[in-house]
């Protein structure tokens, strides 16, 4: 996946909205020590949630159970 976009990313989450709630929290996730689900080299935060998104290694059920701080 070269360029991530967000139409890659709504046929996971099909809601603008819930997508952009969904990658803050996965984006605090990532910041209080979760490990990436893909390997991503000198991405920032946010690439990194979308990506994992729209490549199914996380969903918005597996982004709500998980805790954040």
Do not use: H, W, Y
């Not at 709630?21 to 080299?41: M, P």
């Amino acid at each position: 996946m070269a360029r991530i976009t967000i139409e890659d990313c709504l046929k996971q989450i099909p809601n603008r909205f819930t997508l952009v709630n969904a990658v803050c929290k996965r984006v605090k996730q990532i910041r209080d020590g979760s490990e990436f689900l893909i390997t991503s080299t000198k991405n920032e935060d946010i690439v990194v949630s979308l990506r994992e998104i729209a490549s199914k290694k996380i969903s918005l059920q597996e982004i709500s159970e998980q805790k954040t701080v």
